[in-house]
C-alpha cells in the first residue's frame, strides 16, 4: 500500500517537555494536546490498551538522551525546517532510549520500544519511516554498539527487513502477547 499523494507527512522529533499546541486565541484558550501527549494516546490506543494509560509513559520517556519521533499528518515544509500544524494528526510515533537488557542506563546499548502506527494507517510505510529515522540517530553515535527490542511477532519480518537478529525463543509478555528479543550491531556513519 502506498499513501495517498493528497495526504501530506512530515517526520519530527517529539519533546516531552514543551508547550501545548493550542493556539492561545483559538477556542477560547481550549488545550490542546502537545505532541507528547499524542505519543502517549499512540500507543495507549496501539500497544497498550488494556493497560492503564499511565504505564504507557515509560521510565526514561524525559530524558535528554531519549528521542522520540513521530510521523504527522498535515506536515508543512519550512524553508530552515519541517514543521506541524499545530492540530496535526500523529499518525505514527517511536522512541529509541539507551538502556540495556537489564533496564538499566547503559551508553553500550540502544532500545527502541513504543514504535506504534494508527490503525487506519498501517501498512503505509509509517513505521519504516520512524525505524529509519531512529536507526539513523543510532548510527550517528560513536558510543552504543548494539540496538535491541522486545518485537510483537505478528509483525517479526518488519524488523527483520532492517537487519535485527532474533535472540532466543518467543516468549509471552504480561498482557498475553507473544514477543521476541531482537538485536541488531550499529554501523557507524
Known amino acids: 500500500m502506498s499513501l495517498d499523494n493528497n495526504l501530506k507527512v512530515v517526520l519530527k ?91 538499566d542506563l547503559n551508553e553500550e546499548f540502544f532500545r527502541i520500544r513504543g514504535m506504534a502506527v494508527s490503525k487506519d494507517f498501517q501498512g503505509y510505510g509509517l513505521g519504516a519511516k520512524i525505524l529509519d529515522g531512529l536507526l539513523e540517530h543510532a548510527n550517528k553515535t560513536d558510543f552504543v554498539k548494539s540496538i535491541w527490542c522486545n518485537a510483537r511477532s505478528s509483525i517479526l519480518p518488519f524488523y527483520l527487513k532492517f537487519g535485527f537478529e532474533v535472540q532466543g525463543s518467543e516468549f509471552i509478555t504480561d498482557q498475553g502477547i507473544p514477543h521476541f528479543l531482537l538485536t541488531k550491531s550499529i554501523t557507524y556513519k
Open 13 to 103: 522529533a517529539i519533546s516531552p517537555i514543551g508547550q501545548s499546541t493550542a493556539d492561545t486565541n483559538a477556542d477560547l484558550g481550549a488545550k490542546k494536546d502537545t505532541d507528547f501527549e499524542k505519543m502517549i494516546k499512540l500507543r495507549h490506543e496501539t500497544l497498550h490498551y488494556k493497560r492503564a494509560k499511565r504505564l504507557v509513559e515509560y521510565e526514561k520517556d524525559s530524558l535528554t538522551s531519549t528521542l522520540h519521533l513521530g510521523v504527522f499528518e498535515d506536515g508543512i515544509t519550512n524553508t530552515n525546517s519541517e514543521v506541524c500544524k499545530p492540530d496535526a494528526k500523529l499518525l505514527a510515533c517511536g522512541t529509541i532510549v539507551m538502556e540495556d537488557q537489564n533496564d
